[in-house]
Nanobody, 125 residues
């Protein structure tokens, strides 16, 4: 059974930084993509960043390019989202997710199968 556990959310002032972690278990993730998504109140869930577990190839939403960095620690089965220069509009519940990807090195934007419980990020102005 795949389990994803997020941590690292909190309250930060605009311009500050946070690092989210997603600890994955229950599977060998070498053929998987890992993604971070977020959902703000009254809005749809949106893709933030993703990484291919084996190659390390990454993909970002335009709204976070240059501010957020996704990375992974293979030995620890953990994916990170370093968030810098945070803005009030980054306030949301952040979720990590994973899906198996075969015959492609492209980070998928949707149809992720497994999800964590989410962690709240609040950026004050």
């Amino acid at each position: 059974q795949v389990q994803l556990v997020e941590s690292g959310g909190g309250l930060v002032q605009a311009g500050g930084s946070l690092r989210l972690s997603c600890a994955a278990s229950g599977r060998t993730f070498s053929s998987y993509a890992m993604g971070w998504f977020r959902q703000a109140p009254g809005k749809e869930r949106e893709f933030v960043a993703g990484i291919m577990w084996s190659s390390g190839r990454t993909r970002y939403a335009d709204s976070v390019k240059g501010r957020f960095t996704i990375s992974r620690d293979n030995a620890a089965n953990t994916v990170y989202l370093q968030m810098n220069s945070l803005k009030p509009e980054d306030t949301a519940v952040y979720y990590c997710a994973t899906k198996r990807v075969l015959f492609s090195n492209a980070v998928p934007l949707d149809d992720y199968n497994y999800w964590g419980q989410g962690t709240q990020v609040t950026v004050s102005s």
